[in-house]
């Protein structure tokens, strides 16, 4: 197992995940998708360059810089996904499903550079399967849709675990530097899909505009206050969500540079138990006998994969 402070760093990582995502969709609702990624993952750019230029560390260049070109790629992605899963679907279904999948990603990646498994790895790997089938197959979305929640948990999933296998790679020295990269590119990418929607959007309203003439002026000009209130919390959501964000790979790179990287990830893994806690508490939503049944074989599994 990890030592007691890499232990303490990846579950203080996966508190701040499971927050950080889900005041992520509470600004998702209130703003958009693209802009709540945007903002959040600038701000979580800006605490990780403080970071860098404090911890004294070294960019990653080469081989190392392509990866973590990569994680940020694939982490915007994932991040996008699961806000939009957390904001319009059950968080009961999509948190546990992308934490299942985004350590059996990392998980995979060992096997394939010749890390071997144990019978206890072998254990957790079935649980965490019977796990995706109890979550997967118990209740329709909030919005009658099944599978949409499904979808977009494993998708999530799979994106985190692209971003972690990548940086989990990352020498010690290089680690901050490698988080201000992927931070960079997220922040990057979601701020570039935030402009096309937005040019989109804008495209779309002026067509509406010329067809309808004052009366949509009015409802537009009518609806700006609300808008505006929408528009200021849904703003400060999604800064603390960076905040939480950028503490949640702090913790993960942490714990996976001073041990091993497929432990790490699934001690972060644990993130969905937060997730799903505040939705119970803040959003009343209720768990099924299967998703209860599904989410205790999953935290099985991760412990099985940590040995």
Do not use: K
């Not at 889900?22 to 800006?46: E, K």
């Not at 009961?92 to 995979?108: D, H, K, N, R, Y």
């Not at 990646?109 to 997967?136: K, M, N, P, R, S």
């Not at 977009?152 to 999933?157: A, F, K, N, Q, T």
């Amino acid at each position: 197992m990890l030592e007691i402070g890499a232990v303490s760093a990846a579950l203080l990582g996966a508190a701040a995940y499971g927050t950080g995502d889900f005041i992520g969709s509470r600004a998702a609702l209130r703003l958009s998708t693209f802009s709540a990624v945007a903002i959040a993952q600038t701000v979580a750019m800006v605490l990780m360059l403080q970071h860098f230029l404090t911890d004294g560390g070294a960019m990653p260049t080469g081989a190392l810089f392509s990866a973590s070109v990569l994680a940020g790629l694939a982490y915007a992605s994932g991040l996008m996904l699961l806000y939009h899963g957390f904001a319009y679907g059950r968080i009961g279904i999509v948190a546990p499903l992308c934490g299942l999948f985004s350590i059996l990603v990392p998980l995979a990646g060992e096997l394939l550079v010749g890390e071997g498994t144990t019978e206890w790895h072998l254990i957790g790997i079935a649980l965490c399967c019977l796990a995706v089938v109890f979550i997967a197959g118990s209740t329709r979305d909030r919005n009658g849709r099944l599978g949409f929640s499904v979808r977009l948990g494993v998708m999530s999933g799979i994106g985190y675990g692209v971003a972690d296998l990548c940086l989990g790679i990352m020498p010690a020295e290089a680690a901050s530097g490698a988080l201000l990269t992927t931070r960079s590119v997220a922040a990057m990418t979601a701020t570039a899909l935030l402009c096309w929607s937005l040019a989109r959007r804008s495209a779309i309203r002026t067509a509406e505009a010329e067809g309808a003439g004052p009366p949509l002026a009015a409802i537009l000009d009518a609806g700006r206050p609300r808008f505006a209130v929408r528009l200021h919390h849904g703003v400060l959501l999604a800064v603390f969500a960076g905040v939480f964000d950028m503490l949640g790979h702090i913790g993960y790179v942490s714990a996976a540079v001073a041990g091993n990287m497929g432990v790490a990830a699934a001690l972060v893994a644990l993130f969905p138990a937060v997730s799903v806690i505040l939705a119970i508490l803040f959003l009343n939503e209720r768990i099924s006998r299967n998703q209860a049944i599904g989410f205790a074989c999953s935290v099985a599994g991760v412990f099985l994969l940590a040995e």
